[in-house]
């Protein structure tokens, strides 16, 4: 298809930087988990780092996605809608954790980036895949927007994440994430 064409550029540099920041934050979280301190609850990981790893996982799924040969926009737009859809789902249960996880208290800035802008995203992802049908370029911007946006809130969270266990989790606990 053509019209994926002049996206080539664009999602070859996504997915590289997705694909590259997973790879850092699984070394990140190595190198911090020899230090002496103690582990982070588990129900916290699976609330604040695990859904960095699937929304890098998501930008680069779509670069793949975008950036394969189709005959049709039609299978593209399918996976790139579930993809909406299924990252949809996970912000809600990602925010339910939120709710019930009781080992930090989170602040706006962490309902921001952890709870409304991934929704946001993903809703726009799913609703790019929807609009494909009949505006295809609108669609694809759309699509790129979301694909940038989780790439912006994975790196937001990876680095506070990472500057907390590295600055915060050394000095005495004061209720900061």
């Avoid at 997973?22 to 301190?37: D, E, Y």
């Amino acid at each position: 298809m053509k019209v994926l064409a002049g996206w080539q550029n664009f999602y070859v540099i996504v997915g590289s930087s997705a694909s590259a920041l997973i790879g850092l934050q699984f070394v990140a979280l190595s190198l911090i988990s020899s230090r002496p301190a103690p582990r982070p609850d588990a129900e916290a990981g699976s609330v604040f780092s695990t859904p960095t790893i699937v929304h890098f996982a998501i930008a680069l799924g779509l670069a793949a996605v975008l950036s394969a040969p189709w005959d049709v926009s039609e299978i593209a737009a399918d996976i790139v809608g579930l993809a909406g859809i299924c990252g949809f789902i996970y912000s809600l249960t990602i925010i339910r954790r939120m709710r019930k996880q009781s080992s930090y208290k989170p602040e706006f800035e962490d309902w921001l980036f952890h709870a409304i802008l991934p929704v946001f995203a993903y809703v726009l992802l799913a609703g790019s895949a929807l609009a494909a049908r009949v505006y295809l370029t609108e669609a694809l911007f759309a699509t790129a927007a979301s694909a940038l946006l989780l790439l912006f809130i994975g790196i937001h969270n990876a680095w506070d994440a990472v500057t907390y266990h590295v600055l915060a989790r050394g000095q005495t606990s004061s209720g900061k994430k």
